[in-house]
């Protein structure tokens, strides 16, 4: 919401437990701490040692020096272990949330990224966000619990010395974290936007290089990477200022520090109120004291650049919604438990109106599935077939009207592949498919020669994007993941894209006859018709009069056989499919 901290709507989907933090702040401090008592006793102990006083006075020090030496490196180590085990543990569980979020939730936030801006903020940006808590929270803790046991120290000594401690540890641990913050605040976003850039650019170039230099378009794209990464490279520089500004307060307050002891401490020892042993560990302590403000401005920039991460993640999130109402764009409407409509009905469009950020592409569709229907929509390129679909499965919020149903899978035209088996592949429909069940589908959609002629059969590896498979293989495999899907409705984009007029025919007679066979639904969006004569109904999707500015609506409905005698334009588009090319 505007207004609010994104990393306060963030941060409760890392799953942090408050003990670990508290566990990895105590290390912190015990390792902080030791340094800090290391440099107070190793001042007390040199001093007292030039009084060569009796060696059994020094004793406790000695291997006080040795305890605080010893457990400084070992707290310091345990310290990483519970502050990375949080950030890690974080990260898997913020990226875990982010995805299923994104798999239930609409999908706006995320159509309109470029795929290497999409992999920066389920990479790169869940990584920030996770250091939030061993870069930002956990030194800011450590920080001031060490820095207010340091005063105490002081001031136990001499107290006025310990004020002038407190207001330089508060100049370097306020003062310098505030202006590194300040300065990162622009610097940490035109960071982001670079990052995600160079990372869009690169992911372009490994994947569309080949097809970029056949278009003479290579070059072009090269220069845009170059601009980009230099852009990337001037945002690293203002940071890398910005940092050294606020290094140079931090050492200009220890500075400040150790002067105003030696100022305060010398008066003092020679009034008498101060001993010379204790004088040494007045003017030494601070300079340890300060290693624990020396992490803030970091900190402070890591806070700025995970909140400015958690701003591009709540992007993709869902925004919180009321409960569904019988008002425009509700979706769920007289649902029954079974996530299916009233009256038998497993998916129901009442009015609906489908588009993107308030731009309707389609408007007023009724539709009512049941049990065994296969219902088509068909109309020209670009006249909103897909929004419809992705409307019908809740991928998209309707801008008017209802959708009740919610058991619906929309099958995309260019849907991922994995860089994994085959039978993997087919597993991410539904984790307990078995190997018979696998090779049912696959046959079942004209992939069994394939399947075949593969040389691990199903635990053949396919390449990233999967781009060793023909685009028809990859479109089957689609369909065949879909088929082992445990929803009830079938939304399917273009089928037949990609293939021969039999094997599209074919591939959508068995998206039918597996809808009437197992009681689904199945919903097809295709260009070609020719083999929509085993829909229950086709829809024919158009603009009245050509107006290309107006919203698609529903200009013709019923078997196709009905729309092949009853509208000429269908008629006309049916028989170009059979002319020769």
């Known amino acids: 919401m505007p207004g609010h901290d994104p990393l306060r709507r963030v941060l409760p989907l890392l799953e942090v437990r408050p003990s670990r933090v508290v566990r990895a702040v105590a290390l ?29 006075q020094l004793s406790v020090a000695v291997v006080s020096v040795r305890a605080f030496g010893i457990g400084r490196g070992v707290f310091r180590y345990l310290e990483r272990l519970a502050s990375h085990d949080v950030a890690l543990r974080g990260m898997a569980a913020l990226r875990a949330n982010l995805y299923d979020a994104l798999a239930r939730g609409p999908v706006t936030g995320v159509v ?52 002038a401690l407190l207001a330089c540890l508060l100049l370097a641990g306020v003062l310098a974290p505030w202006l590194a913050a300040r300065s990162a605040a622009a610097v940490e976003r035109r960071g982001a936007d670079a990052r995600a850039d160079v990372t869009a650019r690169t992911l372009e170039l490994f994947e569309d290089g080949q097809q970029l230099r056949v278009a003479g378009r290579l070059a072009g ?34 500075l400040l520090a150790v002067v105003c002891s030696l100022l305060l401490g010398v008066p003092a020892t020679l009034a008498g109120a101060l001993a010379p042993v204790e004088l040494a560990v007045v003017v030494l302590t601070p300079l340890a004291a300060f290693e624990a403000t020396q992490a803030l401005p970091a900190a402070a920039v890591q806070l700025r650049r995970s909140r400015e991460a958690a701003r591009r993640l709540v992007e993709l999130l869902p925004a919180a919604t009321p409960e569904p109402s019988s008002g425009p764009g509700a979706r769920g409407t007289g649902d029954a438990p079974d996530g299916s409509a ?11 109106a489908a588009g993107w950020e308030g731009t309707t592409a389609v408007a007023g569709v009724d539709l009512d599935l049941r049990p065994g229907s296969v219902v088509a929509l068909a109309g020209p390129s670009g006249v909103g077939k897909t929004t419809l ?16 149903g919610r058991d619906s899978l929309f099958v995309a035209e260019d849907g991922h592949l994995f860089a994994t088996t085959v039978l993997e592949n087919l597993r991410v429909a539904r984790a307990d498919v078995r190997p018979d069940d696998a090779r049912a589908a696959l046959e079942a959609v004209g992939l069994d020669r394939w399947l075949a002629a593969l040389p691990d059969g199903l635990d053949t590896v396919l ?8 685009g028809g293989e990859r479109r089957r495999l689609l369909v065949a993941r879909a088929l082992l899907a445990p929803a009830r ?49 086709v829809v024919l999707l158009g603009r009245p009069g050509g107006a290309q500015d107006a919203p698609a609506t529903v200009v013709a409905r019923g078997r196709h056989a009905d729309l092949l005698r009853d509208e000429p334009d269908y008629a006309w588009a049916a028989a170009q499919e059979s002319l020769p090319r």
């Open 489 to 537: 409705v079938l939304l399917v984009d273009e089928p037949a894209e990609h293939l021969d007029a039999t094997t599209a025919d074919a591939l959508v007679g068995t998206l039918a006859d597996h809808a009437r066979r197992t009681g689904r639904a199945v919903v097809v969006a295709s260009h070609r018709l020719a083999a929509l004569g085993v829909a229950d109904e």
């Open 112 to 163: 309109a990224l470029r795929r290497g801006e999409l992999l920066t903020r389920v990479g790169t940006d869940v990584d920030d966000v996770g250091d939030v808590v061993v870069r930002a929270l956990v030194p800011a803790g450590v920080a001031a619990v060490v820095g207010l046991g340091s005063v105490v120290l002081v001031g136990a000594f001499l107290p006025v010395a310990g004020l």
């Open 389 to 404: 679909l992705l409307t019908a499965a809740g991928l998209v919020p309707p801008l008017a009207g209802t959708v009740s």
């Open 342 to 352: 009233h009256d038998g009905r497993l998916l129901r469009l009442a009015g609906v």
């Open 221 to 254: 794209r090269l220069d845009g990477l170059r601009a980009a990464d230099a852009r990337l490279a001037a945002t690293t520089d203002d940071a890398a200022r910005s940092g050294a500004v606020a290094a140079a307060i931090g050492t200009g307050a220890q």
């Open 28 to 56: 912190g401090v015990l390792a902080l701490g030791s340094s800090v008592g290391l440099a107070a006793v190793s001042a007390w102990l040199i001093a007292r040692a030039s009084q060569m006083p009796p060696v059994l």
């Open 463 to 470: 390449g990233t994007g999967a781009g060793d498979v023909s």
